[in-house]
């Protein structure tokens, strides 16, 4: 927008390259772009987060990193000779009052928490009665959003997994223009479009490194598709069935036919298939003997007897086998994928001491110095995302009347020892 003593006017931007829409469905003769395989990507994503240990720690990780200690309003009041901001404090209670609030906190963890988790996040501008004031900023669970085609409208449904959208539990809210929604905010209430409507969806926030055109791809993503999350499932599911069924692995066992004839003699059985179930059972109990976990570090007895010439007959003859596949390897190739994950999610692996497992792909789990570092250098790369969570907040204020805040995030800072201090708080 531009203006002057004598004219004022605007300056829009059109679509010179159509976006690609790989599915659609249809509700209320709108067209909505498909999530995923089936419309069910954030409910396939929450499985595998749920299921993926190291995944999920480190999402969590990141959330609470760009989360820090909170946020606090300010106003610059000019910048010092190093050219650093002076800020002074804010003391609107309204706002005061809305950031340390229970509404802005909710909204503000769960819109890290879908952004972060399924690379996007879906704000609602909640009105007053009159329309005329957004009251809070609200963020719609990303798992029951769907956007139409044009991104004029959200789609808020239950669930698309097991039902499709009906008119008793649907909500569709119009959406604000992506490229400039306080410019659109402001035209409809110009012209009296927001009079009656309780709520408006601010555009989707979005992995801004994702090129999709409706719903950008987690970071995460990368490590399923090279397919390190399915070798951080495997090497577990591996090591426990390699517990449960530990004899294939480490034991050869030989028993002698004497012994059988001797346990188990022929003339006592008149029926042959009784006999072998007999032995067979005999078998299996050994076999558990040798292989469950809660006898380990036991005893283990076996008779022989000497024969008319003096040698040892009958005897059981039970071997150590080396298996090919050692446990180590397993942890090995189970640090390394500790560590895939964790890079694709840009989170350096000593912050959470992901090299504990051992081997010499994961190396150790990092010095104080890595760990202080790594965590300082996750809360500089975390400015993106930040920033976009205030974008609906911001403008909320501005649309409210309440002009040039600038919102910080408190973080408080690890340093050294020898600094004198073991903190510092500083504002981002």
Same mark, same amino acid.
């Given at each position: 927008?531009?203006?002057?003593?004598?004219?004022?006017?605007?300056?829009?931007?059109?679509?010179?390259?159509?976006?690609?829409?790989?599915?659609?469905?249809?509700?209320?003769?709108?067209?909505?772009?498909?999530?995923?395989?089936?419309?069910?990507?954030?409910?396939?994503?929450?499985?595998?987060?749920?299921?993926?240990?190291?995944?999920?720690?480190?999402?969590?990780?990141?959330?609470?990193?760009?989360?820090?200690?909170?946020?606090?309003?300010?106003?610059?009041?000019?910048?010092?000779?190093?050219?650093?901001?002076?800020?002074?404090?804010?003391?609107?209670?309204?706002?005061?009052?809305?950031?340390?609030?229970?509404?802005f906190r909710n909204s503000h963890t769960a819109a890290f928490r879908d952004l972060i988790k399924f690379g996007n996040a879906f704000p609602l501008l909640v009105f007053n009665n009159g329309g005329d004031?957004?009251?809070?900023?609200?963020?719609?669970?990303?798992?029951?959003?769907?956007?139409?085609?044009?991104?004029?409208?959200?789609?808020?449904?239950?669930?698309?997994?097991?039902?499709?959208?009906?008119?008793?539990?649907?909500?569709?809210?119009?959406?604000?223009?992506?490229?400039?929604?306080?410019?659109?905010?402001?035209?409809?209430?110009?012209?009296?479009?927001?009079?009656?409507?309780?709520?408006?969806?601010?555009?989707?926030?979005?992995?801004?490194?994702?090129?999709?055109?409706?719903?950008?791809?987690?970071?995460?993503?990368?490590?399923?598709? *090279? #397919?390190? !999350?399915?070798?951080?499932? %495997? =090497?577990?599911?591996?090591?426990?069935?390699?517990?449960? $069924?530990?004899?294939?692995?480490?034991w050869h066992v030989q028993i002698p036919h004497t012994y059988w004839e001797k346990q188990f003699p022929k003339s006592e059985y008149k029926n042959v298939d009784q006999r072998k179930q007999l032995i067979q059972d005999f078998m299996d109990k050994f076999e558990k003997e040798l292989t469950d976990t809660k006898n380990a570090n036991k005893s283990l007895w076996t008779q022989y007897y000497i024969d008319e *010439? #003096?040698? !040892?007959?009958?005897?059981? %003859? =039970?071997?150590?086998?080396?298996?090919?596949?050692?446990? $180590?390897?397993?942890?090995?190739?189970?640090?390394?994928?500790?560590?895939?994950?964790?890079?694709?999610?840009?989170?350096?692996?000593?912050?959470?001491?992901?090299?504990?497992?051992?081997?010499?792909?994961?190396?150790?789990?990092?010095?104080?110095?890595?760990?202080?570092?790594?965590?300082?250098?996750?809360?500089?790369?975390?400015?993106?995302?930040?920033?976009?969570?205030?974008?609906?907040?911001?403008?909320?204020?501005?649309?409210?009347?309440?002009?040039?805040?600038?919102?910080?995030?408190? $973080?408080?800072?690890?340093?050294?020892?020898?600094?004198?201090?073991?903190?510092?708080?500083?504002?981002?």
């Open positions: 927008m531009f203006s002057g003593k004598s004219v004022i006017g605007s300056t829009t931007t059109t679509k010179t390259v159509s976006e690609k829409v790989e599915e659609t469905f249809s509700f209320r003769k709108h067209d909505y772009a498909v999530w995923g395989d089936s419309n069910c990507f954030p409910d396939d994503a929450e499985k595998t987060i749920r299921k993926t240990s190291v995944l999920q720690t480190g999402l969590n990780y990141k959330a609470r990193c760009c989360y820090g200690q909170g946020v606090v309003p300010m106003k610059v009041a000019g910048f010092d000779e190093s050219n650093n901001e002076i800020f002074e404090p804010v003391r609107d209670m309204d706002v005061l009052k809305y950031l340390r609030g229970l509404p004031k957004i009251v809070r900023v609200q963020i719609l669970n990303a798992r029951h959003c769907r956007i139409s085609v044009d991104k004029s409208k959200l789609l808020v449904f239950g669930d698309f997994r097991n039902t499709n959208p009906n008119e008793k539990d649907t909500v569709v809210y119009d959406m604000l223009e992506e490229e400039d929604p306080f410019y659109d905010l402001q035209w409809r209430r110009e012209t009296g479009k927001l009079k009656g409507m309780a709520a408006i969806a601010f555009p989707r926030i979005k992995n801004y490194f994702s090129n999709n055109d409706y719903y950008a791809a987690p970071d995460w993503e990368s490590a399923q598709e *090279s #397919g390190w !999350i399915d070798i951080a499932h %495997k =090497i577990p599911e591996f090591l426990n069935r390699a517990y449960e $069924n530990a004899m294939h692995l480490m *010439s #003096g040698r !040892i007959n009958g005897d059981w %003859k =039970i071997t150590r086998l080396d298996s090919e596949i050692k446990a $180590n390897d397993s942890m090995s190739m189970s640090a390394a994928a500790n560590s895939e994950i964790l890079y694709s999610l840009m989170v350096n692996p000593s912050v959470l001491g992901a090299g504990m497992p051992g081997g010499p792909y994961s190396g150790n789990a990092g010095s104080g110095s890595d760990i202080r570092e790594g965590l300082l250098v996750s809360m500089i790369l975390s400015h993106i995302e930040k920033q976009a969570v205030l974008d609906p907040v911001e403008l909320m204020f501005e649309f409210n009347g309440i002009h040039d805040i600038e919102l910080k995030y408190r $973080n408080i800072t690890l340093t050294t020892l020898d600094s004198g201090r073991n903190t510092q708080e500083s504002l981002t």
